[in-house]
């Protein structure tokens, strides 16, 4: 059978990617302490495509994927996607995994346990021989409103906010890491079980704790700005304020660069 | 050219609807005072198909709701059921259209004005001459929690919520209506546009008027029962809590019936 | 601490359901063939309220889904709903769980291996001793239009397509079944992983095989009609047309009822 | 009152956005050729945030969109940005609008006029007095599988494509525009309205130019390559397979630069 994918192109034109998009498939995560995590993640797999190459062989990226009954070690991800070059015989090969990631969290007087649900990303590039590696998190937190609380006789508009960090790191640093960040910047974390007593310390513990969205970010950003690895990153609190049906915002970049690590 | 879809079908079965879905088109929705609202629509048309024809000729239905310059009347929807019913040779005609709708606001305090968005869908169905017809409006709100304001020492969690009402009505009622059943029967309304003075009003009103969505679904139940012209409703009340990744929620139906118009 | 929800309410109004929705959760389902699947699954969980109770203790319903390792016997939903039933002091319970299921599939000329992803919806719910039980498997397959087929002097145009069946069951039907059903009554399955002979093998069998959304409805209908074990069912096929930037759709329900089991 | 976002913040860290998201709201734009469009929009808006200022004005941005009757005109957003870095009070301000726009389609061959809806998305930024200007549009098309073509007897499988331009202009180039380009270098452009003789048309017209997003990618960046005006731009062709549940897809990147216009 004729192989049109490897036909020669005459137009000369190279493809910075090309592959497979919203792939839905169940894969396993390697987690910071070496456990295997099962997951459901939506997956993007492509390699860089030469100027005179008609085509790419889209089934081997799904091959790839399924190869190791499907495991993915983060840490390792430059193996994969060197395994990805050379079944594709690309120069350059990209992966990007979206899952929820699930977070142990104890409630703050009664101690119940529970997991809360936050949203991963992770963007991993080899070209040539250099990886490029980036993690998103989103983190869902509470924010309580300063000026409502200042100018009001009593009470506060609060409501949930997210909490998306995406780093360019030198290692992989635990998703947990970016929860907690988030969570400490927050005027209060988010749970999943909270019994009355837990109920109360967080509403007063959020009152105490009042942030715009702009004092989460320079929060966030001050955090990011003292973690050893971090090459950059982007910063982004919304809020969906409670007295509005539209989100309040604030965004900050960062470059921290290499001193760091 | 042969016209497969009126070839015999042998097959003798008849289907509830055939016809098209998620066509997104500039329409215009004429309101309660008369006037074209311009707006874009997600549709949805079919008919009923006979057991012995093999398809239904899905372009006809474009062409329905190009006519008259793409303007639908509410009000009048029986008519467009009847030419959908002609054109489709069909004994039963639906159609559906979910919108954006935007109702006016003025700030509590210093009354400036604003447009918030519900969410309107209408159901509307001609079997033979029996007109059904339904309308779903989905208001933003503020709830308040009662149990949070009553154990804590000072302020209480309180978050958007979505009040959804669906509702099989005799004649139409206009949306706002079912917008100002929901926003009276919250902690408050939301707001697009609010000055400090509004922020400090609405932040003190909810603090005042604490409801969990149990009560928000009671109170808009109260209120629908005493309506004129509703035969039979479903309310749904969603809070998106703002210490909890998750909703709280609660759903009554209700039969006022024909004694009431 | 006074418990808010367990005032007295003066408006004696029942509530059909209160509970919470939306929770992301690792659980695990277990299959027809005894195996626990991990999947993570978005969940509503709720009981009816009685007229004279301000509230319900939301946080339970987190408990209640967490006891048991997180693990989910589809089989046995009985005993969870009367669990919930138990720990909320409620007449009636509901669950809803939401999650992809991965079925085995085996290309046709190279027997590759993969999975592919269906959508699957569980609705429980146990009214005093009364058990009701409905499933949602949404199947992607082809659809090549026999019109486009037939006036055509070669080609015709083809799309993936979505076959939703809701079925109100007896007993527990396997994923896999309605999957089956829905892939034999369309154009063609889908695949993950095709290498060349399966893809011309795939592409000659759907022109072989051209079905109207309304021809896989009625397949779909056939082969509903005749399987064991169902009370009442709703058919929906949808074709992502490759000609027009809206959907094709289909629509059929059923009552086989109680002579078929 | 007390102005809490007026307050002298200590931290000395700026903030490069600060505004509003998801704002839905009804507003007018401007054309080619000088008609007020209404559309319902998804607006962002922000301005970037001083080292020593704790907050901003978050109401401002409502106030600047409703002014001028909710009329935007894309040729003169400078003049929108202006204004919102003057009543905020900073140096830079963004706006970001996402909108549903109609596109007149008139059939090959029986030519029916209808409207089709590609997406749209303006980002404009004014950093100090320098204008950034950027556009994006998804436009939907087919895609018939050259692979698919040659190796089978007959047919080829085809399906829906979207095409998603992205550009950072010079100067405003009609949507219009992006949309021939998209559908130029397509296997077929789709139809809102096709009768029999159109479909036999476009089915066979299909079959006749079969492409990979490969092809369609190269295709359209030929097409932008020497197009004046444009600055740099992002192209993503993606295949809705109709053989697979996962997208196939092709993205280049590219700078014609200063030297096209």
């Given at each position: ?18 592959g497979i ?84 969290k104890t ?12 949203g991963v ?141």
């Amino acid at each position: 059978m004729k192989d049109v994918q490897n036909q020669y192109d005459e137009r000369n034109i190279s493809l910075n990617e090309v592959g497979i998009k919203d792939l839905v498939y169940p894969i396993e995560i390697k987690d910071a302490e070496g456990n295997w995590i099962p997951t459901r993640a939506t997956i993007s797999a492509s390699v860089g495509l030469g100027p005179h190459q008609k085509g790419t062989h889209m089934s081997r990226f799904v091959e790839v994927i399924q190869d190791n009954d499907r495991q993915v070690d983060i840490r390792n991800i430059r193996n994969l996607l060197k395994t990805m070059q050379d079944h594709l015989e690309a120069e350059n090969s990209f992966l990007d995994l979206k899952f929820d990631y699930f977070v142990h969290k104890t409630s703050p007087v009664t101690n119940n346990e529970s997991l809360i649900n936050v949203g991963v990303e992770v963007q991993a590039a080899l070209l040539g021989n250099d990886l490029q590696f980036q993690v998103t998190v989103a983190t869902p937190v509470t924010t309580l409103c300063p000026c409502s609380k200042e100018i009001s006789d009593y009470s506060a508009h609060n409501q949930r906010a997210l909490v998306t960090i995406t780093a360019d790191t030198h290692k992989f640093i635990p998703f947990e890491k970016y929860v907690e960040i988030s969570e400490q910047s927050a005027s209060s974390p988010l749970y999943t079980l909270l019994k009355r007593p837990d109920e109360k310390y967080v509403t007063e513990y959020a009152y105490d704790h009042p942030k715009f969205v702009e004092d989460v970010c320079r929060e966030v950003k001050q955090r990011m700005d003292v973690l050893p690895g971090i090459r950059s990153y982007s910063i982004q609190v919304e809020s969906q304020e409670s007295i509005h049906n539209h989100q309040a915002y604030a965004r900050v970049i960062g470059h921290p660069g290499e001193e760091n690590h």
